[in-house]
């Protein structure tokens, strides 16, 4: 009885050396997502490298020492932004260490993440369709869909002036489908006020800035994007001018896939009270006057989540 004791006590540490993930789950430690986590001491965390304010990979920043991140991964030094911090946020609650990756904006919205990442922390805001593949937790903020166009341009003056014209957004985001007449949000009633737009998509929004500063009508006429992002255009170019008025609001959030090794709702929920706790001690809106120059968050904070039903 004695050997067979050992050779069991044995097994469970040679599993253990080879593949810790696994074997934790089978001894009890992680069968959950977040319980996974919290045993590795690190979550990855999905974000674009080029989407000021919102997210920037630093140029010729060194990682940083003594790192659990794997050497394709970014560690916390190696980014700045609005979401970039709120993910570090995240992190500094949970007690681990962040690493960060970059996938295609396109992958990140499909979902069926192949658990290559944890969560994605990419400004990503709530739609049903979105709701198909992705769990959402609070929003961290809410911000405007607005229009940017040339400077020198006097021929657009109001957003049913768009109608007709080329505009471009970034591929598979809500201004695309804004545009073409079938975006659904949780809690708003939209008006679709621009009509068969020409529709020019790009990765993200930043090549569409410098398509429509090259001159008033020569690749582009307008591009839609959210306030922030709009704002940092205007700054970097000095030849873009904001268009009165928003289309609409759109609230981003945290999201994580629906497809996962192991549960997410716990971690789902424990993120839901991490933003919850920063919204109420004012980090959130610290972050958001630092990074937008505005407090976006306010309307994030009293979103009802309870109407998106995520779980039976």
Not at 149 to 171: F, M, P, Q, Y
């Amino acid at each position: 009885m004695k050997n067979i004791c050992f050779e069991i006590v044995l097994a469970i540490f040679l599993l253990t050396a080879c593949n810790p993930a696994k074997a934790t789950s089978q001894i009890g430690i992680a069968d959950d997502k977040l319980a996974e986590i919290k045993a590795r001491g690190f979550i990855v965390v999905a974000t674009d490298p080029n989407y000021l304010p919102q997210s920037r990979l630093l140029p010729n920043v060194s990682r940083s020492p003594n790192t659990k991140c794997d050497p394709t991964q970014y560690t916390a030094d190696q980014f700045t932004g609005f979401d970039v911090d709120v993910a570090k946020e995240i992190a500094r609650e949970l007690g681990v260490e962040i690493c960060f990756v970059t996938p295609p904006w396109g992958q990140l919205i499909a979902g069926n993440w192949q658990d290559n990442w944890d969560i994605h922390v990419g400004s990503v805001a709530i739609t049903y369709e979105r709701m198909e593949v992705l769990y959402f937790s609070q929003p961290y903020y809410a911000t405007p869909a607005v229009v940017l166009v040339h400077k020198d341009n006097t021929s657009i003056r109001t957003i049913e002036d768009l109608s007709g014209k080329r505009i471009g957004i970034c591929a598979g985001c809500i201004f695309e489908s804004y545009l073409k007449g079938n975006l659904k949000m949780p809690g708003q009633e939209l008006k679709y006020r621009i009509k068969n737009a020409t529709i020019i998509a790009y990765e993200n929004e930043t090549p569409s800035f410098a398509d429509l500063a090259s001159g008033d009508g020569v690749k582009l006429d307008a591009v839609v994007t959210q306030l922030p992002v709009a704002l940092a255009a205007i700054n970097s170019t000095h030849l873009l001018k904001l268009l009165d008025g928003p289309l609409f609001f759109a609230y981003a959030s945290v999201t994580i896939d629906r497809v996962n090794r192991r549960d997410p709702k716990e971690l789902l929920a424990e993120i839901d009270r991490i933003i919850t706790k920063l919204h109420g001690n004012g980090t959130l809106s610290n972050l958001s006057l630092k990074y937008h120059g505005v407090d976006l968050t306010k309307e994030a904070a009293q979103f009802n989540l309870k109407l998106l039903q995520q779980f039976p």
